[in-house]
């Protein structure tokens, strides 16, 4: 059984192995693409909706 060690974390905090397929959008590292969609989103919110963001949830 082969080991993997923890090479860095993803933006949300989910721990990234060595030889696991990672994404990197904007300078962060998202472990999977439900992961990647929710950064988008997010970052999606806060251009669309601008500074009013807390206010509008």
């Known amino acids: 059984m082969e ?4 090479i860095d974390f993803s933006y949300f905090g989910t721990p990234l192995y ?3 397929k990672t994404y990197v959008f904007d ?3 998202f ?3 439900n992961e990647l ?3 988008v989103l997010q970052y999606a919110k ?5 500074s009013n963001l807390d206010l509008r949830q």
Request: hydrophobic fraction near 30%.
């Open 27 to 29: 300078g962060y590292y």
């Open 37 to 39: 969609l929710e950064y």
């Open 3 to 6: 080991t993997y060690e923890i």
């Open 18 to 20: 060595n030889k696991q």
């Open 46 to 50: 806060v251009m669309v909706l601008g």
């Open 31 to 33: 472990s999977n693409t």
